[in-house]
Nanobody, 121 residues
Framework: QVQLVESGGGLVQPGGSLRLSCAASGSIDSINAMGWYRQAPGKQRESVAIIPSGGEPNYADSVKGRFTVSKDNAKNTLNLQMNSLRPEDTAVYYC???????????????WGQGTQVTVSS
């Protein structure tokens, strides 16, 4: 069984920073793309930062220059460094990954449980 677990959310003032982490665990053969999504109240879930397999990170225009995504392939972890946070960044942040479970020929999409990020004074 494959699991994604996020950590690092919380309350921060505008202009502050937070670092989110996502750890993939379980019976994993390989991990393809990994990324962060977010969903604010009353809005659809949106892509924030994606690292495709063997490619460069892609960022939503709204976070370019402020957020940095990084992946540790040896540890199966994904991090999101968020700087210069704004109230409009308030949302539940979800980790997402395309993973091939051990013994399976298929890639499956997995989601973490989400972590709340609140930017407020």
């Amino acid at each position: 069984q494959v699991q994604l677990v996020e950590s690092g959310g919380g309350l921060v003032q505008p202009g502050g920073s937070l670092r989110l982490s996502c750890a993939a665990s379980g019976s994993i053969d390989s991990i393809n793309a990994m990324g962060w999504y977010r969903q604010a109240p009353g809005k659809q879930r949106e892509s924030v930062a994606i690292i495709p397999s063997g490619g460069e990170p892609n960022y939503a225009d709204s976070v370019k220059g402020r957020f940095t995504v990084s992946k540790d392939n040896a540890k199966n972890t994904l991090n999101l460094q968020m700087n210069s946070l704004r109230p409009e960044d308030t949302a539940v942040y979800y980790c997402n990954a395309l993973i091939r479970p051990r013994g399976s020929p298929l890639l499956n999409r997995y989601w973490g449980q989400g972590t709340q990020v609140t930017v407020s004074s």
